[in-house]
């Protein structure tokens, strides 16, 4: 199959966070048998101040993550390494200006990466909050000026979303995925005070209905692009509902927060057995490379 340029084996694609933010572990999972993996979001300018936390609930998680905290020039390299040892990486990008988020996107080209998510709906930030079709549309358009890779823009879903999803399909995005984290609070016990400080990022399995609701009525209004499903994705049985929603491939990414290795070969093996693509061959790819770290 095919999702943004690259050939996958399986539907499974193992989605940005704290678990991508390491080569050996992106490499280990695409081992374990993931279908391509994202990256931790680059960033040329990632906060220093934010206090980054993780909330387990028993429905998913609660984070005030933002992005990677490597700086580019250690990314270039990473990314350069895949491309060489022709491993599916996707490069999740996200800067401070459309032209900055431009920019990177060129850098990371010219490494030999093949295919980009855009991060720019992360509501632990500012600006994620306020997302509109014209900020959506004014970073993929800039982004699409500068380089010919296929890239996926990472919405939120959502007010709004019909008219997000096609400011970015307009700006000639090649896909979108859906969904970021939705806006959620944890209420102190002890203070009565939102955990965090406030609003945060909240994914897992509490998410999954609303996430494919609004798969589904993209389906129904007769949006055409790609979607990569994310959302609550903890079994073999949840990436089939994705799909059978109208996505093309699913994001898994919350449910690795439990015995991360173990719970992605059993998605991926769960998936085949209900259907989905049997995955060979690329899991023997990167075992061979991961001995070389």
């Not at 943004?4 to 966070?17: A, D, F, Q, R």
């Not at 695409?30 to 936390?53: F, M, Q, Y």
């Not at 093949?114 to 079709?133: F, H, K, M, V, Y």
């Not at 769960?270 to 990167?286: C, F, N, S």
Request: aromatic share 4%; net charge negative; hydrophobic share 40%.
């Amino acid at each position: 199959m095919d999702v943004l340029g690259l050939t996958l084996e399986n539907p499974v694609i193992v989605g940005s966070g704290l678990l991508t933010d390491q080569e050996r572990n992106i490499r280990k999972l695409l081992a374990s048998g993931a279908g391509a993996a994202v990256t931790k979001t680059i960033h040329p300018n990632p906060p220093k101040d934010l206090n980054e936390r993780i909330i387990r609930l028993e429905t998913g998680l609660i984070n005030s993550t933002t992005y990677s905290k490597r700086p580019v020039a250690f990314w270039l390299g990473v990314l350069q390494a895949f491309a060489t040892d022709e491993l599916p990486v996707i490069a999740s990008l996200h800067a401070d200006s459309p032209a900055q988020l431009a920019d990177l996107a060129e850098q990371v080209e010219r490494t030999g990466c093949r295919a980009l998510e855009l991060g720019i709906s992360c509501l632990n930030e500012g600006d994620g909050l306020q997302d509109t079709p014209e900020r959506v549309h004014a970073y993929a358009a800039a982004v699409r000026s500068r380089t010919s890779l296929p890239f996926s823009v990472k919405l939120a879903a959502g007010e709004g979303l019909e008219d997000r999803a096609t400011a970015a399909a307009d700006a000639g995005a090649d896909a979108i995925t859906l969904s970021d984290t939705l806006p959620a609070v944890v209420v102190s016990p002890a203070s009565g005070e939102p955990e965090l400080g406030g609003m945060f990022g909240y994914s897992g399995p509490g998410i999954k209905p609303l996430v494919l609701a609004a798969v589904w009525r993209l389906r129904q209004l007769g949006f055409a692009l790609p979607i990569l499903g994310s959302g609550g994705v903890a079994s073999g049985r949840d990436v089939v509902d994705y799909l059978s929603m109208g996505a093309v491939a699913v994001q898994v990414y919350t449910a690795l927060h439990t015995d991360m290795y173990d719970t992605l070969e059993r998605i991926v093996r769960d998936t085949a057995e209900l259907g989905g693509h049997r995955p060979v061959g690329t899991g023997q790819r990167a075992s061979q490379h991961l001995e070389a770290l």
